[in-house]
T-cell receptor, first 114, second 112 residues
Framework: DVKVTQSSRYLVKRTGEKVFLECVQDMDHENMFWYRQDPGLGLRLIYFSYDVKMKEKGDIPEGYSVSREKKERFSLILESASTNQTSMYLC?????????????FGDGTRLSIL | EDQVTQSPEALRLQEGESSSLNCSYTVSGLRGLFWYRQDPGKGPEFLFTLYSAGEEKEKERLKATLTKKESFLHITAPKPEDSATYLCAVTSEETSGSRLTFGEGTQLTVNP
């Protein structure tokens, strides 16, 4: 079974802090993704990566950056946290393909910025 | 731009009362349509992938079907443990690689 592990289930940080969210997958997947999920807005893609050291912007990259130094690990960084970044953050991974491979998700990190 | 619309937003069923959830999509060249189940406070759990019109997939009480414009998730004789939000997503030739476009989901409640 695919396992995507997010480092924290709940996290509370203060405005202006630099926040790191970590994600590890154990299936040797090439693709990794970061989403945020908010009521009424659904799942929105922040960043994704097709390979080590590769990254591409999703639909809402502003205020975020990512790092992928190893194939199995994909980090989301909030450079200077703001209250409007309070959300559920979900990491996913998938095999490389022609868009026909399902993404597998972690259980999410519920982040609160005070 | 790919678009996915799910209906209804919420659905309440009695245990054993079969029904269907709808996912309508507009894409330029469908590559895959995906169904997920999401329980409160958890990440989406992958259920099915459908690739071409006419295709069907089944798992326990769930059956997913696909036409050129929409997909249905049929739930036969549901049980309370089927209560969850069901998400539909697509990939297409227009979007790069495995990028998913999600609908907003249908929240299903099955009462005992």
């Amino acid at each position: 079974d695919v396992k995507v592990t997010q480092s924290s289930r709940y996290l509370v940080k203060r405005t202006g802090e630099k926040v790191f969210l970590e994600c590890v997958q154990d299936m040797d997947h090439e693709n990794m993704f970061w989403y945020r999920q908010d009521p009424g807005l659904g799942l929105r893609l922040i960043y994704f990566s097709y390979d080590v050291k590769m990254k591409e912007k999703g639909d809402i990259p502003e205020g975020y950056s990512v790092s992928r130094e190893k194939k199995e690990r994909f980090s989301l960084i909030l450079e200077s946290a703001s209250t409007n970044q309070t959300s559920m953050y979900l990491c996913a991974s998938s095999l490389m393909g022609t868009g026909n491979q399902p993404q597998h998700f972690g259980d999410g990190t519920r982040l609160s910025i005070l | 731009e790919d678009q996915v619309t799910q209906s209804p937003e919420a659905l309440r069923l009695q245990e054993g009362e079969s029904s269907s959830l709808n996912c309508s999509y507009t894409v330029s060249g469908l590559r895959g349509l995906f169904w997920y189940r999401q329980d409160p406070g958890k990440g989406p759990e992958f259920l099915f992938t459908l690739y071409s019109a006419g295709e069907e997939k089944e798992k326990e009480r769930l059956k997913a079907t696909l036409t050129k414009k929409e997909s249905f998730l049929h739930i036969t004789a549901p049980k309370p443990e089927d209560s969850a939000t069901y998400l539909c997503a697509v990939t297409s030739e227009e979007t790069s690689g495995s990028r998913l476009t999600f609908g907003e989901g249908t929240q299903l409640t099955v009462n005992p």
